[in-house]
């Protein structure tokens, strides 16, 4: 038993060599490190002198070890996570050399001096940094019994937007749940919005409920509108619009919007609309889910109306509608990549009460506000608007945060009007529709870098009214909301150039100097990461080979390019929450890169790269069609063989910032490693590294922030000053959704609520849940 424990061993430690011989040569032929062919030399050599039972492979390979050691505090110095991949399979490997059966196995006998001494220290060590790694993450114990005082006024237990208001800060002057009795949290109700009528879960379960007077409201991921008790989760109404699903492979539905009509009563009086996924506008009844007779036709507005044809699929809306001076604005998702003349990105207006088409932003035609001329549809392939949208009522504006005109990674046939409001945030008249104003955060983008998240306003002492619009690129732009002016300072800097044939690149790019950048740290070779030498090698041969001149990197033919941040963010559609009372903006963002190439088109004809159709969806991500365009392109993340990111953690953190300074407060880890891992398998073991996270968070008055997000299935509570974690719960999926908190007068407490239904692209698992907490009742 014993020799075969050896000769195994000896055959792995072979193999390893030979692998890091290999890959270690490519390495420095692209002009990186040349230790790993140096390790793979000395592991090689030491299993050969393993197989012939010399001893001289102990010492060969502990002083390659010593070595090695050196060298990694070389390149990294005492940074743990960059530590690991260089230290701990070599080392594990020379422990098992100091073993008893590989010491009798080279002749040595004599047991190792001081061994009974050194293997229980080492597991010490082992049990002491995985405990240590468990209890970090751990919430306290014990809680204050004491509970904050209740809401100043009846509006003040409300959630009655996306966000709360209609400004999106995504604040709560609720103040019941406190950081000195968070830790009392206990769960309240759960609620399972079912399966799907295609039979299937909604995996992505998104919204973010409203709360107004004796009901909550939602909307799961086919659309169905539901009305809830919010003190005990009770169905009291569920309105089915029968959605037809076929071609969409993203069930989402973030959220549905609220209205009480000016001096009505009666049946309508008060609505809930909701936009669906096959392009419909729907009002009904708050009281009853009934559809309201007077709005559009029997309810329902189409919304493929003056799009020509829609294939199913290319056009839906998953952003509940904004509302400002009583009419209903909204965009929509347009199919990413696929060809140009995809359906137009038009923004629309309708009448909240009558559904009456009230005007139209058109940016292929921005002066003219009408509906489509006769015989004619809105001008195809236009940057469209996916994300939440804001409203000032006193100022009578709708922000709009917008995408790319199709397809997203060429732009060489894009129009003037194109460029100028593409990937930008505008603020249009909420009676006409015109442009007031318009600030782009990517110059003639190339990269998915569409505006994600819903424009937050927020008001500061001396009359500031901002606007901050979060970006994927990481930056965060703080503008006056009612001139699109910064209030903290915006620089152009230069931008890397060399575009492919019939591409033009802006030569500067926009930066937020005034703000930290959420992008996170440049990569660079020594930044690559693996759980071994050999997957880390790998990354550090993609990473060579790949074209990377810092962010805004142009996308190539001739060589993959690393796309920094990712399509992910930097921060997405989660966007930021405000604390007024403290002047914080809390900002969880990602961390991550992708891994991008053009394909000539007639590569792309031969590989079969054709649009996706109704029968034929995947998700975002592989490649791309962009047919009408010179190129199609190869999309994705940028991963090692195992699955898992190149780039060394954290992944993924939450932040805050003052908002009055522009500085960062504080930043901590986000998430840990127990429901992630190599080839997309969970560890189980919580380690604290930071994960990659989609959603919103919540800020309160009693100085807290309630978040989900995470891969990880858990929701947390931070102390919204300092970022300590006070208090966090299990969820049965990711919660990659917005909390909503509020006040339940039956029982006189504060409720915190989120969606758990996970996240396919974020492999956080699946579920229908909607899950609330409060205080233990009194």
Known sequence: MRRSLNMLFVLVLFLAGLSLLWLGGQLALLGGSPWYGVSGLVMTATAILGWRRSPLSITLYWAFL???????????????????????????????????????????????????????????????????????????????????????SPADGEWLAYGNDRGGSRYSPLAQITPANVGNLERAWTYHTGKLTDGKQGTAFQAN???????????????????????????????????????????????VTYYRVPQADGLCAERIYTATLDARLIALDAATGRPCPGFGRDGQVDLKAGLGTVEKGYYFVTSPPALVRGRLVLGGWVMDGQKIKEPSGVIRAFDAVSGAFSWAFDIGRPDDHGPPPPGGVFTPGTPNSWAPMSSDEGLGLVYVPTGNATP?????????????????????????????????????????????AQPTLVDLPGGVRGLLQPTKRG???????????????????????GAVPGERLSKTQPYSVGMPSF?????????????????????RIRFRQARFDGDMTPLSTEHPTLTWPGYLGGIDWGGVSVDPKRGLMIVNNNQVSNYNRLIPRAVADRQGIRPMTAAHMSD????????????AAHIAPFLSPLAIPCQQPPYGRINAVDLKTGKLVWSRLFGTSRDSGPLALPTFVPIPMGVPNIGGSVAT???????????????????????????????????????????????????????AGGHGAMLSGSSDALIAYALPKQ
């Not at 306290?140 to 019994?145: E, G, I």
Request: charged content about 15%.
């Open 701 to 755: 008055a009693s100085g807290l922030t309630f978040i989900g997000a995470t891969q990880e299935h858990m929701f947390r509570a931070y102390e919204t000053t300092t970022g300590r974690l006070l208090w966090k719960a299990r969820l049965p999926a990711g919660g990659n959704a917005s909390p909503t908190t509020y006040w339940s007068n039956a029982s006189g407490r504060q409720f915190v609520v989120i969606a």
């Open 475 to 497: 930056e965060i732009f703080f503008l006056d909301r009612a001139t699109g002016k910064p209030i903290l300072p915006v620089e152009e800097r230069p931008v890397p150039q």
């Open 209 to 255: 409920p409203l709360k107004v007077g004796d009901r909550l409201f939602l909307c799961a991921g086919n659309n169905d509108v539901i009305a809830l008790d919010p003190e005990t989760g009770r169905q009291l109404w569920r309105h089915q619009p029968k959605t037809d699903l076929a071609g969409v492979y993203g069930l989402v539905c973030r959220g």
């Open 519 to 539: 992008g996170g740290p440049r990569p660079t070779e020594m930044g690559m990461w693996g759980l071994t030498p050999i997957d880390q090698a790998m990354c």
């Open 66 to 152: 010593a070595a090695n050691l050196v060298w990694s505090l070389w390149e990294v110095g005492l940074d743990g996570w960059a530590l690991a991949p260089r230290l701990a399979m070599p080392v594990a490997m020379g422990l098992y050399m100091l073993t008893p059966f590989y010491r009798q196995h080279v002749g040595l006998g004599r047991p190792l001096p001081g061994g009974r001494v050194l293997w229980p220290a080492l597991l010490l060590l082992v049990t002491g940094s995985v405990g240590g790694a468990f209890w970090a993450d751990l919430s306290p114990s014990a809680a204050s019994a004491l509970r904050g005082a209740g809401p100043a």
């Open 408 to 452: 997203d990674y060429f732009g060489g046939h894009r129009t003037a009007n194109d460029d100028r409001y593409s990937s930008a945030v505008l603020a249009l008249d909420a009676e006409s529709g015109a442009v007031r104003w318009s600030f782009q955060t990517t110059h003639h983008d190339l990269w998915d870098y569409d505006v994600p």
């Open 620 to 631: 975002v991500g592989g490649p791309v069609a962009q047919q009408g365009v010179p190129y």
